[in-house]
């Protein structure tokens, strides 16, 4: 398995609020999470942090033998941060009312077990096709769902940007939870919406079906966001499970 991510603030914001990182158990299992910060000029940059720095630093001491063990240490720690976060944004009045989307992957054994709270994405890319795993957490979903937009209307929807859920802002959280085999060959692929506002699922399909080395596959990827407006901090983790054993793995801190 090789590991590659990127994360940019794109060319509207003045900071990135993003964050992305992965980490390694004892047990040599692989943990990716990516957190896209809310809030005032630096709020948003303390939770997205946290959301992955106090989550990556639970999982190194953590060994798992099956997906329902896993799933429920998601649970139970990401409840954990959120209260962190939580706590921190009353205590302090500058962080009031921060928060952070999550979007989270985890392999054990053959399997790959997927959490999210907000509107950063999941992927996984088999076969030359891409298939969301993950649904968002937005008002404009729901919208969608209910069937009062279609997804082309929701791309550029005026109140795209109002999540239902998140994580820091409370302390009731709701965290979706999904299993799924992996097959050899598989990519896998977290982001924060800065990506998948400016390009669509057929356009991020593209680009993954080159021939190009990992770290530069999520390089281009927020290079097209980019080129296409980059309104918002972009960030890209890409996983893929193609990767010969043996070879190292790599990776780009924040920018």
Known sequence: MQIAFKSDRGKNRSINQDYVSYFVNEARQPLMVVCDGMGGHKAGDVA??????????????????????????????????NDLVFQKSLDYS???GMGTTLVAAAVVGKEVVFAN????????YRNYKLRQITEDHSLVNEFIKSG??????????????????????????DIDIMAMPLLQGDLLLLCS?????????EEIAQLLKE???????????VDRA??????????????DFAHREGEPL??????
């Open 48 to 81: 997205s942090e946290m959301g992955v720095s106090h989550l990556g630093a639970a999982w190194k001491g953590s060994s798992f033998t099956n997906s329902e063990e896993l799933s429920r240490w998601l649970i139970a720690n990401i409840q954990r941060v």
């Open 94 to 96: 500058d962080l009031d």
């Open 117 to 124: 709270i907000g509107d950063s994405r999941a992927y996984v």
């Open 148 to 173: 009062e937009i279609t997804p082309e209307e929701a791309q550029h929807h005026p109140r795209k940007n109002i999540l239902t859920r998140s994580l820091g802002v409370s302390k009731k959280l």
């Open 193 to 201: 919406d800065g990506l998948t506002n400016m390009m669509v699922d």
């Open 211 to 221: 021939w190009l080395p990992l770290e530069e596959k999520a390089a281009a990827l």
């Open 226 to 239: 980019n080129a296409a407006g980059g309104l918002d901090n972009i960030t890209v983790l890409l996983a």
């Open 250 to 255: 790599w990776k780009q801190e924040r920018s």
